[in-house]
Structure formats: C-alpha cells, structure tokens
C-alpha cells in the first residue's frame, strides 16, 4: 500500500525537492513527512512498525471490545529517523457515543500532537506541569502525569479534550473526540508501545472512518 507524505504542522500539500532530496511545505518550508495510509489494514499497520522501528507506537491497552485502529503515522522516511507516531481508536460509549482517541508520541518541535489537538504551537506550552495532572496513565510500568492543554482560546467548536505530559523523554498527547469522552480516562487507562507485540495483532480490528485531524 502507498503511503500518503503530508506535513505534520499542517494540511498542506508537499513536494520532495529532485533527486531524492529534502521534503518541503509551502507553509512550513523543509520538513520530516508525515507518512499515513489511505485507510488502516492489518498489513499497513504492521509496515508502520516495520518502518518506525525503534521509536514507540501507542494503543490502548487492552483494547475495548468494538473498538478498531482507524488510522496511523508516522513523521520521518527512513529507518531509525522516526521522530513521531500517531495511532487513532474509534468506538463508541454509552454516555459520548462515537469517539476517536487519538495517541501522539514525538519529539521536541515535531507538532503533530499540536496539529491533532488544533493549538498554536508544536509543543504542549507552559500548562504541562504546573499543579496537580487531570490524570495519570499507564505507559508500560510508568504511570504517567498528563495535564490538560487548553483550546478555548483557538475559535471554533470545542469538540476535543487535549492532554498531554512527558513519557520516556517525549512529548505524549492524547486527544479525544468529544471532549466529554475525557472521562473514560480511569485511573487504571494503560497504554501499550504495541512495536513489538507481535501476534495479538492480528486480534485487533483495523478500519472505519477515517478520523479528522
């Protein structure tokens, strides 16, 4: 399956300079593409592990019954120069109905995460840290702080719930659609780096809409 390169600030289109050179943006000049199926299957997913080697791509864990992967990337073209992934659940909730949650990890200065959550810059600001976390998640054995990132100031529909903390030395983002879906965020949530999981993929449902970011 053919990968589509985007620019992670942005829904701009790009252009990769000749001779297999930088890619650029017009908006944001040269950049590290964003590299995403046309729509998630088994297969693709598991090239995205393939080609991210290294770097940690986040689900849920364990997943929720009627829950599927409906979208994935990954932000840099060659093996071991990952500097983000993105991972998009859908289902639904008794209380919210249908939901995305979308999972962020990347790098300083990436903005991805930034992207998905529709703020201003690439990175989480000056709200992450400051008093207690709105909650904590579970990342391998590490419980993770996570605070809320505000988008009230942006215009708009408030349509999402962002928070974001720090895990293994990178920026972690959750964004939830709709914002009230931040309330399945319990205190025993975990979050699996599925790189390296191997067969219970293949039990995992991939497909469904394709969520807007």
Do not use: N
């Not at 770097?55 to 364990?62: A, E, Q």
């Not at 600001?125 to 998640?137: A, F, L, Q, R, Y």
């Not at 419980?143 to 529909?157: A, K």
């Amino acid at each position: 399956m053919s990968l589509l390169a985007g620019c992670p600030r942005c829904a701009a289109p790009v252009a990769r300079l000749p001779a297999g050179g930088e890619w650029s943006c017009p908006e944001h000049g040269p950049i590290d593409p964003l590299l995403r199926p046309p729509y998630a299957t088994y297969d693709a997913f598991a090239a995205h592990l393939v080609g991210s080697s290294g770097f940690p791509t986040y689900l849920p864990w364990p997943m929720s019954p009627g829950w599927s992967v409906t979208d994935f990337a990954a932000v840099g073209d060659e093996p071991g120069r990952t500097r983000a992934t993105l991972t998009c659940c859908s289902g639904t909730s008794e209380l919210d109905g249908p939901v995305d949650v979308i999972v962020v990890a990347e790098e300083t200065g990436v903005g991805l995460g930034a992207r998905c959550a529709g703020t201003l810059h690439d990175d989480p600001g000056d709200e992450v840290g400051i008093g207690p976390p709105s909650v904590k998640v579970r990342v391998e054995s590490q419980d993770v702080p996570l605070w809320p990132v505000s988008t009230s100031g942006l215009g708009g529909e408030l349509d999402r719930s962002v928070i974001a903390g720090e895990a293994q030395g990178r920026w972690l983002w959750i964004v939830l659609r709709p914002a009230s879906a931040i309330l399945l965020l319990r205190d025993d949530w975990m979050l699996r780096d599925v790189s390296s999981l191997g067969a219970p993929l293949l039990e995992i449902p991939y497909g469904g809409p394709t969520p807007l970011w």
